[in-house]
Structure formats: C-alpha cells, structure tokens
C-alpha cells in the first residue's frame, strides 16, 4: 500500500513562530487532507489538498503532486495550534495516514 | 449540518463484556468509516460501508469485532467479547465519495474506550 512520511515526528516552538510540516507519499493519490488533533482528540480538517495551494488564515498548506509531497505552513503561531498534525492520503485504496507531527507551542 | 455524530465519547467497561460504538454520517454521504487509534498502530482502517453495503474489512482485527449499517444514518461497531488490548480511540468518518469530495472525510469526536 501506499505510504505516508511525516517531518519532523516533533516540534517545540515559541509562540509567535513560524513552522513548516512535510508530508511525503510514495504514490500518485487521488484525495490529500491534513488534520489537526487537539489536546482533546478530535481530528479537524483543515486542508483537503490533493494538488495546488490553499490557505486559511494562519494556515497555507501546498501539494505538488508530480514530486509527491506536500506542505503545511503554520505562521505566527499560538498555543492553541498545539497537537498532532496529520496528512492522510487515498491513492486506488484506503486513505492512509502518517504518523503525524507533534506541535508544542510554548507560550 | 451537525457533522459526524459518535457516541458514547467515552466508554468503560470490564474485560468480557459486550461494546458498542454509534455512528450517525452527514446526510447524504454514501462512505462510512471506522478508525481505531492506538500509540502502538496509529490510526488504522477497520471496515468501510458504500450505500449501507460493506466494502472491505480488511483491517478488522479479529472474529470478536462486528460492524453494521441497517440504514444510512446509523452504524455500529461492536466488540464481543472485550479485551483490554481493545482498549483505544475509535473514530468514524464519512465522505461523498472515495476520493473525498470538495471537502474531504469528515471525522466524528470518537469514543475512547477502556477496557478493564
């Protein structure tokens, strides 16, 4: 199946900066989303991004699908963007998803 | 649209015990999905449903775990007889269509099991 690689596996930032998440897949995919985990455990959409660039806020993710990647940016960053951050991908099957990037911001 | 709808949000029981995890879709999304959670696995598929018909399950874990759609609003997930190692998150989302749509798979809050 296809598979999803995440970087880093963990971030420590101060409030405030700027961050960068990479997501790598080893196939072409049909469907990109990224997730954010908060402290509670819900799992929020924040991106379906299977090519090109979106952006939402404070939130821009960008998908080049011909190089199998993706990135989601995360700029003046507050406390409450702290959690795990997740890319899922669907190629011909399930939608499979990384290991995730865990995000601590400190204050 | 009140989004994916799962209950209960938390759920403890003891070891041998029967449970059983609800999932109410958004109207009019023909996918349904079951997740598990675990810091071992991450998040793995369990079984998919395309219009209340079961597609694959696959990523059932063993005899002990059943799931079921009567109708395109409701679907459980049961486990009988409960382990321990059941214990995890299960999430349940639902799409428009296999790749996602516009927007997506939608996931509900999930139910944290533990198992006694």
């Known amino acids: 199946g296809i598979q999803v690689e995440q970087s880093p596996p963990d971030l420590i930032l101060q409030e405030g900066a700027n961050s960068t998440l990479r997501c790598n897949f080893s196939?072409?995919?049909?469907?990109l989303q990224w997730f954010h985990q908060n402290p509670w455990g819900q799992l929020i959409n924040l991106f379906y991004?299977?090519?090109g660039t979106k952006q939402n806020g404070r939130l821009s993710a960008t998908t080049v699908a011909t190089e199998r990647y993706s990135l989601l940016y995360i700029s003046s960053s507050q406390t409450t963007d702290s959690g795990v951050y997740f890319c899922?991908?669907?190629?011909?099957?399930?939608?499979?998803f990384g290991t995730g990037t865990r995000l601590t911001i400190i204050p | 649209d009140a989004g994916v709808i799962q209950s209960p949000r938390h759920e403890v029981t003891e070891m041998g015990q029967e449970v059983t995890l609800r999932c109410k879709p958004i109207?009019?999304?023909?996918?349904l999905f079951w997740y598990r959670q675990t810091m071992m696995r991450g998040l793995e598929l369990l079984i998919y449903?395309?219009?209340?018909?079961?597609?694959?399950d696959s990523g059932m874990p063993e005899d002990r775990f059943s799931a079921k759609m009567p109708n395109a609003s409701f679907s459980t997930l049961k486990i009988q007889p409960s382990e321990p190692r059941d214990s995890a998150v299960y999430f349940c989302?639902?799409?428009?269509?296999?790749?996602?749509?516009?927007?997506?798979?939608?996931f509900g809050s999930g139910t944290r099991l533990t198992v006694v």
């Open positions: 196939d072409s995919v049909n469907n």
């Open positions: 449903f395309n219009n209340n018909v079961p597609i694959d």
């Open positions: 109207s009019g999304h023909d996918y």
């Open positions: 991004i299977p090519s």
């Open positions: 899922a991908v669907t190629g011909n099957e399930k939608l499979t």
């Open positions: 989302a639902s799409s428009p269509v296999w790749t996602g749509g516009n927007y997506g798979y939608t």
